[in-house]
Nanobody, 121 residues
Framework: QLQASGGGLVQPGGSLRLSCAASGLTLYYHTTGWFRQAPGKEREGVSCISSSDGSTYVVDSVKGRFTISRDNAKNTVYLQMNSLKPEDTAVYYC????????????????WGQGTLVTVSS
C-alpha cells in the first residue's frame, strides 16, 4: 500500500515536498514513480527512481526544479518541488512496480491515492 502526502496550496516560486510511504513492500527493491494529473488533462509521468541502481529521471518540464529521492530507513520516496509554477497544479500520485531490481521506465502495479498540489497567488 502506498500513501502519498504533502500536497497543499503554495504561491508561485514556492516549494513543497511530497512523500510516498509504503507498507507491505520495500521501496528499495521496487522502482517508484511520481505522476500528476491536472484538471482536464491526461496523467503525466513526472519522475522515477530505479530500484536497480537508484538512478533517477525527471520529465523535461520539471528538470532543475523537482528532485526525487528515497529514504530506505523510512521506506519512503520523496518528490522535492521547488520554484513551483501555476502549471504544476495537479493531483500527484506515486506508484511502484512489483518486480525486483527494475529500472525506469516500468509498468506500475501499485498506486497510491493522490495528493493535491495547487500553485496560486
Amino acid at each position: 500500500q502506498l500513501q502519498a502526502s504533502g500536497g497543499g496550496l503554495v504561491q508561485p516560486g514556492g516549494s513543497l515536498r511530497l512523500s510516498c510511504a509504503a507498507s507491505g513492500l520495500t521501496l528499495y527493491y521496487h522502482t517508484t514513480g511520481w505522476f500528476r494529473q491536472a484538471p482536464g488533462k491526461e496523467r503525466e509521468g513526472v519522475s522515477c527512481i530505479s530500484s536497480s541502481d537508484g538512478s533517477t529521471y525527471v520529465v523535461d518540464s520539471v528538470k532543475g526544479r523537482f528532485t526525487i529521492s528515497r529514504d530506505n530507513a523510512k521506506n519512503t520516496v520523496y518528490l522535492q518541488m521547488n520554484s513551483l509554477k501555476p502549471e504544476d497544479t495537479a493531483v500527484y500520485y506515486c506508484a511502484t512496480d512489483r518486480d525486483y531490481g527494475s529500472s525506469c521506465p516500468v509498468e506500475y502495479d501499485y498506486w497510491g491515492q493522490g495528493t493535491l498540489v495547487t500553485v496560486s497567488s
